[in-house]
């Protein structure tokens, strides 16, 4: 298939001025001379190149990658028919639909949108980023969501120990063991298929440590659990998290909320205040 970009190029155009600013929790604005979202706008709510988005637009540039598209269809909120009809455009087949884990559904996405004050993260079912919002980009650290190995937490948390130092060392081995024992899930209830397998051989390449684990066989699906996040801005701060699962099975929606009678949220408000800009490296 080859890429229809005068074609690829209007339906972005069109995509992104049906996208109404709140849709995706930004303030409208009195001095939008459009309708819809700027390109800046996209290009930060799919985690690309500003310049690469733009010769899209123009119908340049090299043909987008399917995790590029992934992210694009994320943040234009597009529909599954519409997300099928910019991969074909783009020159790729679209997803299978059984095997589609990259296409957060825009209620999904509309949901995260509502919780500017609570942090919160959508993660497919193998530990990929596949969106969060402002506060929890500011409390987690920033995400690459077309990278492989930066949105996937699982391979974060075992390859980068800058991610580990946002968390208490008496803890590691804790998160480590919950990392891999919902990753054993995963991997089962898909039946080991060919993305599965890559990950657990990439990981156990890469790190001893996952590798004893993962011999453990350990098995426990993460569906809440409390951490302590040792943050540059704010301070350690305590957090429940709580895991809301998609019909399906092969997405989550992660919630990180202040215990009852801590200081967290006062916390979390000052953060979204000051600490927009400024990112931490756990995953």
Do not use: K
């Not at 990658?65 to 599954?80: C, E, F, I, V, Y």
């Not at 004050?117 to 690459?144: F, I, K, R, S």
């Not at 298929?193 to 684990?213: H, I, K, N, Q």
């Not at 992660?254 to 979390?268: F, H, K, M, N």
């Amino acid at each position: 298939m080859t890429i229809n970009r005068p074609e690829l190029a209007d339906f972005l155009r069109r995509s992104r001025h049906r996208v109404r600013p709140q849709d995706v929790g930004l303030p409208a604005g009195p001095r939008r001379r459009t309708p819809g979202l700027r390109r800046e706008e996209v290009v930060t709510l799919a985690g690309m190149s500003a310049d690469y988005y733009i010769r899209l637009e123009q119908g340049r540039g090299p043909q987008p990658s399917p995790q590029l598209l992934a992210a694009l269809a994320r943040a234009l909120r597009l529909s599954a028919d519409e997300r099928d009809h910019l991969y074909l455009l783009a020159g790729h087949q679209p997803p299978p639909a059984a095997t589609d884990s990259e296409h957060v559904a825009p209620g999904l996405l509309h949901l995260l949108d509502q919780l500017p004050a609570t942090p919160a993260q959508v993660l497919g079912d193998l530990g990929d980023v596949l969106a969060q919002n402002e506060v929890a980009g500011a409390l987690l650290g920033g995400v690459c969501t077309v990278s492989e190995n930066g949105r996937n937490v699982v391979w974060r948390w075992f390859t980068d120990p800058a991610v580990r130092a946002a968390y208490p060392e008496e803890e590691h081995e804790y998160q480590s063991r919950l990392h891999v024992a919902d990753l054993r899930a995963a991997v089962a209830r898909r039946g080991r298929d060919a993305t599965a397998e890559r990950l657990v051989a990439r990981l156990t390449a890469a790190s001893e440590e996952f590798a004893a684990l993962w011999e453990r066989h350990e098995v426990a699906v993460r569906r809440h659990n409390r951490v302590r996040i040792l943050h540059a801005l704010i301070g350690p701060v305590d957090l429940d998290c709580q895991t809301l699962f998609a019909p399906e099975g092969d997405q989550r929606l992660v919630l990180y909320t202040p215990p009852p009678g801590s200081d967290t949220a006062e916390r979390l408000a000052l953060l979204r205040v000051v600490g927009t800009g400024q990112f931490t490296s756990a995953g």
